[in-house]
């Protein structure tokens, strides 16, 4: 019986380590009705609504390509920017849908779509601007000042790249909690793309805080929808969907009543922006 025992386990053991590195390939997501994307919840770019609905241009976006692809629906969860990108190579998620926007280092980790959302960078300030905040270099020079921006996020990393000390930049998990932290003069600055800070202050109703945009220095970025490395073929046809969408009209329609613009995203490339 032992013996038995044995030959089964090693065939067992054989077939797993003959199974391939399985994509996510389309026929498989069509099967399993739904594409697992990752979120933010930063309106307007992903928002979760009391009632659990998720809206946002991007997950707007990924839902109506998917569902020309022939996959039905999506199902999102909310992540730290930080951890999109491993949580997509640890298959927690199908896709990033989140705004996570395009920069060498993350073309090199995933297989972006072509751009969809573009936007400048922003700062969110006491009423006039007081420390005279206008790029990440002022905040740097600026003693004991200390900003606020989403971990793993491009705001943190413009932040130290432009010589903040890192402990005079603050993790800040979401917009609610930017807002409040500023409130409190517990950080002097809140930084998140334009889009995101004018609807945080909108919401906000505070008139004790002010936009200023666009940061100096700071490029305009484009999001795309990430997926794996190894999953070329299911982006293609995500691209190919998504190009005929830029075509019709039909990406403007959904996008450019949350404040983006479709020329801005289709006046560039993957390409382009992955070179940086
Ligand atoms: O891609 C990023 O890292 C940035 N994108 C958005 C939409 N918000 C903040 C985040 O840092």
Redesign the pocket.
């Known amino acids: 019986m032992k013996t038995i025992g044995w030959i089964a386990a090693a065939s067992v053991a054989a077939t797993m380590l003959a199974q391939p590195v399985l994509a996510a390939d389309l026929e498989q997501l069509k099967e399993q009705g739904f594409a697992r994307i990752a979120i ?1 919840n ?1 309106p307007p ?1 992903t928002a979760v609504g009391a009632d659990g609905k998720v809206t946002g241009a991007a997950p707007d976006i990924a839902r109506e390509v998917f569902k020309r692809m022939g996959i039905e629906d999506v199902v999102a969860s909310v992540s730290e ?1 930080g951890a999109m990108i491993p949580g997509l190579q640890a298959r927690r998620f199908d896709a990033v849908t ?4 395009m920069k060498p280092e993350r073309c090199a980790a995933v297989a972006y779509s072509e751009p969809i959302l573009c936007d400048a960078e922003a700062f969110l300030v006491k009423k006039g601007n007081p420390m005279g905040f206008k790029s990440f270099e002022d905040i740097a020079k600026t003693e004991g000042a200390k900003i606020g921006a ?1 971990g793993g ?3 943190e990393k413009l932040a130290l790249d432009a010589g903040v000390p890192r402990d005079r930049v603050i993790v800040v998990p979401d917009g609610q909690s930017g807002l409040k932290m500023l409130q409190d003069g517990r950080i002097d600055v809140y930084s ?2 334009v889009l ?1 800070l004018n609807d945080l202050k909108k919401k906000s109703g505070d008139d004790t805080i002010e936009v200023f945009a666009p940061v100096a220095g700071a490029p305009v970025y484009c ?1 795309g929808t990430a997926f794996r490395k190894q999953d070329t073929a299911l982006r293609d046809a995500y691209d190919k969907v998504l190009a005929e969408m830029k075509e019709s009209g039909e990406f403007a329609e959904i996008i450019e009543p949350y404040g983006f613009s479709a020329a801005a995203a289709k006046s560039t490339s993957r390409e382009k922006l992955c070179k940086g």
């Open positions: 933010a930063e770019y920017y989140a705004g996570l926007f989403p996020g491009t705001e998140l793309p995101s999001d």
